[in-house]
């Protein structure tokens, strides 16, 4: 509704076509997709940085040395280098898991109910959106996991907002 009343406002009556070969499920589904997408570009340059500022780090810290544990136990030393390459493999798999969570099917055009009113609309939406006109139209409006997948990465979230820099 919010986004309706926006449109509404900026757009007059024009902005009743909001619902062509659309539902409002459609529109909420886009809407958040959009959001996740937005919020996942943010996430995936700032752990990009992140990355490259671990990389660099570690490549300074060949010769420094720190004990290495096991099992609770003094374990041969290792390098700092080799701590900070962990942490780079760790936030390599954040990456790959946020650029799928950036990249989910986009909703438009679905109109959740069997058969659209208008195919050749949801044809069109469809290969605007990069998205199956023949995918299963209820999974498709209701499917939340990609905002799961983001919401549930919190080292990649937290951790690049300025939580830790190295030096």
Not at 73 to 99: H, I, K, T
Not at 102 to 114: D, F
Not at 154 to 159: D, G, L, S, V, W
């Amino acid at each position: 509704m919010a986004v309706e009343t926006l449109l509404s406002r900026a757009l007059g009556e024009q902005s009743g076509m909001l619902h062509t070969a659309r539902s409002r499920n459609d529109q909420i589904a886009l809407d958040l997709r959009l959001h996740v997408r937005e919020q996942c570009a943010s996430a995936l340059q700032e752990l990009s940085t992140l990355l490259g500022a671990l990389a660099g780090r570690a490549e300074r810290e060949r010769d420094t040395l720190l004990p290495g544990t096991r099992t609770r136990q003094r374990a041969q030393p290792v390098s700092a280098a080799y701590y900070l390459c962990a942490w780079g493999a760790m936030f390599a798999r954040d990456l790959e898991l946020l650029r799928a969570a950036a990249a989910p099917e986009m909703p438009l055009g679905v109109a959740r109910s069997p058969g659209p009113r208008f195919p050749s609309i949801a044809r069109w939406s469809a290969s605007c959106c990069a998205r199956s006109p023949d995918r299963q139209r209820l999974d498709t409006v209701g499917d939340r996991d990609f905002a799961l997948d983001f919401a549930t990465r919190p080292r990649a979230c937290c951790c690049t907002r300025a939580a830790w820099r190295p030096t």
